[in-house]
């Protein structure tokens, strides 16, 4: 009776995971961070998660998405949603080995990611806003749109791990990813990316700190040289597309 009740419970997990949305994303505006508690309840329910909750079976974890032999892109990722609406989305992302989901923003949004299986690299910035004046001097000498950021995570994960949160100011806003082996990653995005609603996503361009070396302006900063590691140039890009092949979601169906 007691393993029934245990099965019964992970077979609603989808279901608690949606409702658990709803409610901390009942404002639905852009820039809205859900307080502390409505966090710690989100990521703790996030933590819990496996693969086996949204009918991912070992086969399917084994996905391969491989380009033609000779070409040097990057295998292509697969996204599965599983709910979106204007107020918040949930989806998956399946990355083979070697798959990047390339370095983007999130503008006015608190995203949750947790990843669910396999093991990625994953880095993170914030912009530095107190150094816009340094940033603006360097995009006048080099004739680009690059902007000064401090780096927010730079590291491996290895699922079962703990799930994040990224907010519309801090915590990693701009991020990417590398699968190093068959990954998937569960995002949690309120509000979801809008054209409409001016939300759509950016991606940049990153280059090391040394890249723009001019003394006057390094003198400026007071930067030590152990701490330029901390730091990088991002340059938005006007032409990247980020291509995703759409998967189909077999998993629980959800009571909206």
């Given amino acids: ?15 608690k995971l949606y409702d658990t949305c709803k409610q901390i994303f009942a404002n639905g505006k852009a820039g809205y961070v859900p307080p502390p508690h409505d966090i710690q309840r989100l990521t703790s329910l996030l933590d819990s998660l496996e693969p086996k909750d949204f009918k991912f079976t070992a086969p399917s974890l084994e996905f391969s998405s491989t380009n033609p032999p000779g070409t040097v892109e990057a295998p292509l990722v697969t996204y599965i949603k599983i709910h979106e609406c204007n107020k918040f989305s949930i989806g998956i992302f399946c990355l ?13 949004m608190t995203v949750f990611s947790k990843l669910l299986a396999g093991t990625m690299h994953a880095t993170s910035y914030d912009w530095v806003h107190n150094h816009d004046h340094q940033a603006n001097h360097y995009r006048g000498q080099q004739e680009s749109r690059m902007r000064l950021a401090k780096v927010y995570v730079d590291a491996d994960f290895t699922a079962p791990s703990k799930s994040s949160v990224l907010f519309p100011e801090s915590g990693g806003n701009m991020h990417c990813f590398k699968a190093l082996t068959p990954c998937i990653l569960l995002d949690v995005l309120g509000p979801p990316y809008s054209e409409p609603e001016g939300r759509h996503c950016t991606y940049y361009q990153h280059y090391s700190y040394d890249h723009i070396s001019f003394s006057d302006v390094n003198k400026e900063m007071k930067m030590k ?32």
Avoid: C
């Fill in 1 to 15: 009776m007691e393993s029934e009740k245990r099965k019964s419970s992970r077979e609603n997990m989808v279901q």
């Fill in 96 to 108: 083979p080995p070697s798959g990047v989901i390339p370095l983007h923003n999130h503008p006015g």
């Fill in 225 to 256: 040289e152990d701490e330029t590691r901390s730091y990088a140039w991002l340059e938005e890009r006007k032409d990247e597309q980020f291509v995703v092949l759409g998967g189909t979601y077999d998993g629980p169906t959800i009571k909206l």
